[in-house]
């Protein structure tokens, strides 16, 4: 069976299409991924069969899982790259991009995205690094080197049991 045609499993029948969300969420997409990549066919002597329910591949959530995918923008070679990658947990950016950043637009033109400031004209687009100060946990002082120093112990930390 193709993955555009009607399946002849009952419950197929029974439960019709899972439904598309109207707004795709980032949550949508990953589970879409999850969906196609788990529910990838399995050959048997009766035919291709969904290798994660048995049911006639594609089965109901490997068809949603593709709608979902092409309705954020992949295309049918990008999804099956996803399926022969084989991890459900690989990364599609959202929103997707096939072309990423638009190449006429400088660096220090584009808008900063939330929670980073903009990078600076001078950089490339990239990121000022600054040295973490270190901080010491209570109870140990640091030395001149900046190393801590644990203080010595005068007590049993538990009790003797003599």
């Known amino acids: 069976m193709r993955v555009g045609e009607q399946s002849t499993?009952?419950?197929?029948?029974?439960?019709?299409?899972?439904?598309?969300?109207?707004?795709?969420?980032?949550?949508?997409?990953?589970?879409?991924?999850?969906?196609?990549v788990v529910h990838t066919a399995e050959e048997w002597p009766t035919g291709p069969l969904c290798r994660n329910d048995g049911a006639s591949y594609p089965c109901r959530l490997h068809r949603w899982g593709r709608r979902v995918l092409e309705a954020h923008g992949l295309n049918e070679r990008q999804i099956e790259a996803l399926i022969r990658h084989g991890n459900p947990f690989v990364h599609v950016p959202f929103p997707f991009t096939a072309t990423g950043p638009s190449p006429a637009r400088p660096a220090a033109s584009r808008p900063a995205t939330a929670g980073y400031p903009a990078p600076p004209p001078g950089r490339a687009g990239l990121p000022t690094r600054h040295q973490a100060?270190?901080?010491?946990?209570?109870?140990?002082?640091?030395?001149?080197?900046?190393r801590p120093v644990t203080p010595p112990v005068t007590a049993p930390r538990w009790p003797r049991a003599s």
């Open 9 to 36: 499993d009952p419950i197929d029948q029974v439960l019709g299409e899972v439904p598309m969300p109207a707004p795709l969420t980032p949550e949508d997409v990953r589970l879409a991924v999850r969906a196609v």
């Open 133 to 146: 100060a270190r901080v010491a946990p209570p109870g140990v002082r640091p030395t001149a080197a900046g």
